[in-house]
């Protein structure tokens, strides 16, 4: 069984915060339309990636994912780039949640996402209710174990060229707060290192090369 670990800090309405593990191991995909499984590898918790070519298309998504006490909501970032040797599709989602059933309420007017300027609601990427309620089989805030879904809109997307930060932003306007995801796109053809030294095998927090045992 291939699976994904995700490790969120989940905020609650206190500012408390929890972070389980969570095991997703059944991953669907909704455009607005039918939920479609995608394989569970696809998802990265990682807050950066290098694409071949200079131009990517990003898309604003969320991602419902089942836990104890409760479905937890997570800003996500979609990344589709056409590269000269691969046509990539990464899918990055935030270490940080809040319980769907503390936001359910006023999620229609009050719950938005947004990346660069380009901002629409929770519901305008598909409703969560109806989601959790069509995967779960009731009206319930509880998705079945190991079960997440992503969802996003074609309509919502914008179109990037080279480096740039891509800062996806989760607000509940009506109880003042926001989740904030630093999200960066770099070029594959960059090398970070100006130069680049030989590897030295060390111990420990020692800077001196040791011997070689292995």
């Known amino acids: 069984m291939s699976f994904f670990l995700f490790k969120p800090h989940v905020e609650g309405l206190t500012g408390d915060i929890t972070t389980p593990d969570i095991i997703i191991d059944r991953l669907l995909l909704s455009d607005g339309g039918a939920l479609n499984p995608i394989p569970s590898r696809l998802l990265s918790s990682a807050a950066e ?29 979609i990344v589709r780039s056409e590269d000269a040797t691969f046509n990539t599709t990464s899918i990055h989602i935030a270490r940080m949640a809040w319980r769907w059933k503390n ?86 053809a960059a090398d970070p290192w100006p130069e680049r030294p030989l590897p030295r095998y060390s111990v420990g927090p020692q800077e001196d090369d040791v011997k070689h045992y292995i």
Request: charged content about 20%; aromatic content about 6%.
């Open 49 to 77: 990636i290098g694409i071949e070519g200079n131009a990517a298309t990003a898309f604003p998504a969320y991602m419902l994912a089942a836990a104890g006490g409760g479905v937890i909501i997570s800003p996500a970032i």
């Open 103 to 188: 936001v359910s309420g006023h999620a229609d007017k009050n719950l938005f996402l947004s990346v660069l300027g380009a901002e629409t609601t929770i519901c305008n990427l598909g409703d969560p209710r109806k989601i959790i309620e069509e995967v779960h089989g009731a009206k319930s805030d509880e998705l079945p174990r190991g079960v997440a879904v992503l969802c996003f809109s074609k309509s919502c997307s914008v179109d990037v060229q080279g480096a740039v930060r891509l800062p996806v932003t989760m607000k509940d306007s009506a109880l003042d707060r926001s989740l904030v995801f630093p999200f960066d796109l770099d070029s594959a």
